[in-house]
């Protein structure tokens, strides 16, 4: 079955650090994928998305690439700031399936 | 454009009791889903409905949880009784699905706390 696995939190990092989230994926065929994060108190919001091996989304400063060749897909920010921290979930789906969430990583960003 | 809109936000309750939750979706979206999430875990799946059909209940504890979507439009999700193992962020997420392809949007979720 399609499973998602990233990278086990938390993670804290210093204001304007480099940031890496990994997240890997098992999947039939060739599903989306997606980063959402959820802030304390909140509901998950999508973060960016890519539909297709290459593909790279990008919102808010965040990036990540399709890379089918070795079924990831890192999220990457190049300098965090405090109100980036939240949790981020890595999620993927096949067209007509349920969506799959990995666990999600904690990030605390300090000033 | 509105977003997923969820109610109540905060639901405190004594076991045995019942409790619902309700949720209406972004205008036009055909999916809507009910996940659970359990304090630093993720969500997880309880019902997905395509327009006013139940497509995926498997997991749904169908024993105490049941769920409805009249119409095709808002949603309810009830638990009667409530178990102290019940206490969760219940969210609600909708999306389109158009040109192969789907993007879910959540709701802020109902907290639980069963007492």
């Known amino acids: 079955g399609n499973s998602v696995t990233q990278m086990e939190g938390p993670v804290t990092l210093s204001e304007e650090a480099f940031l890496t989230i990994n997240c890997t994926y098992t999947a039939t065929g060739y599903p989306s994928l997606f980063w959402y994060v959820q802030y304390p108190g909140e509901g998950l919001q999508l973060l960016l998305k890519?539909?297709?091996?290459?593909d790279k989304g990008s919102n808010k400063g965040f990036e990540a690439t399709y890379r089918k060749e070795t079924t990831s897909f890192h999220l990457e920010k190049g300098s965090v700031q405090v109100s980036d921290s939240a949790v981020y979930f890595c999620a993927l789906n096949n067209y007509g399936q349920n969506f799959v969430f990995g666990p999600g990583t904690r990030l605390s960003v300090l000033p | 454009e509105a977003g997923v809109v969820q109610s109540p936000r905060y639901k405190i309750i004594e076991k045995k009791q019942p409790v619902a939750f309700w949720c209406n979706p972004i205008s036009g979206h055909n999916t809507l889903y009910w996940y659970r999430q359990n304090l630093g875990q993720g969500p997880e799946l309880l019902i997905r409905y395509e327009n006013e059909e139940a497509v995926d209940d498997s997991q749904l504890p169908k024993d105490r949880f049941s769920a409805e979507r009249l119409k095709g439009v808002d949603s309810t999700l009830k638990i009667q009784p409530a178990e102290l193992g019940d206490s969760a962020v219940y969210l609600c997420?909708?999306?389109?699905?158009?040109?192969?392809?789907?993007?879910?949007?959540f709701g802020p979720g109902t907290r639980l706390l069963v007492l």
């Open positions: 997420a909708s999306s389109l699905r158009q040109g192969g392809g789907e993007t879910q949007y």
């Open positions: 890519a539909t297709k091996a290459d």
